[in-house]
Each structure stands twice: as C-alpha cells, then as structure tokens.
Nanobody, 127 residues
Framework: LQLVESGGDLVQPGGSLRLSCAAS????????LGWFRRAPGKTLEGVSC???????NTADSVKGRFTISRDNSKNTFFLQMNSLQPEDTATYFC??????????????????????WGQGTQVTVSS
C-alpha cells in the first residue's frame, strides 16, 4: 500500500484546511486509518484515527476542530481541520494498517502495528 498526502499549506489562525491521503496498490477496505503529526521539537502524535470497525478516536487537543473521513470510491481519506491555531503547525502524516484494531490503538505512538505511512505534508499556521 502506498499513501500520498496533499493539502498542506500556510494558513492564518482561525482558518481551515483539508488534508487528503490517496492510497494506491490496494483498496482501503478493511484498513484502519489515521492521521498523525510531528510538531517542531516534539514527538510524533496521533491526531485522529478510524478503527477497522469504523469508530473514530480524536486527540483532545483537536477534538471538535478536526474530523477524519474517508471516500471509498476514491480510495482516499481526509482530515478536515477547522479553527486552526499556531500550535497545530506540524508535518502531518497519514497511515494505514490492515488489522482488526480499534481507533484508539491505531492512534497509539509507539505501536506494534505494522502501518504504512505517507511522506508527510506541512501545515503552518501563522499570521
């Protein structure tokens, strides 16, 4: 499975972005999916994930502002980010795991899960 992120940009505080993660090499059916980020000087963290059963898990820091979704017809999943703040500045990565796993476990860092990763897309929130 290959994953390619897009949609990162420079945006002002309070703005919105939608990140996309396009998959190739396999359909995303049966995969748990997730978005992660690494802010400058910080470690990788799980942002929002959907488990193999369809439930979602979202980090408290972005709850109510970020939403993960998928479009099976396009073999793509998304992260809608609203009310962006400077502390959301990070490189965002998408990942997928072909496993029976909860959304919470999919978002765990570190994790024993074998996950496929995208190359990352930069989001910068600044005025």
């Amino acid at each position: 499975l290959q994953l390619v992120e897009s949609g990162g940009d420079l945006v002002q505080p309070g703005g919105s972005l939608r990140l996309s993660c396009a998959a190739s090499g396999s359909t995303l059916d049966g995969y748990a999916l997730g978005w992660f980020r690494r802010a400058p000087g910080k470690t990788l963290e799980g942002v929002s994930c959907v488990g193999s059963g369809g439930r979602t898990n979202t980090a408290d820091s972005v709850k109510g502002r970020f939403t993960i979704s998928r479009d099976n017809s396009k073999n793509t999943f998304f992260l809608q980010m609203n009310s962006l703040q400077p502390e959301d500045t990070a490189t965002y990565f998408c990942a997928a795991a072909y496993a029976v796993v909860s959304a919470q476990n999919m978002c765990m860092i570190p994790s024993p899960l074998a996950r496929d990763w995208g190359q990352g897309t930069q989001v910068t929130v600044s005025s």
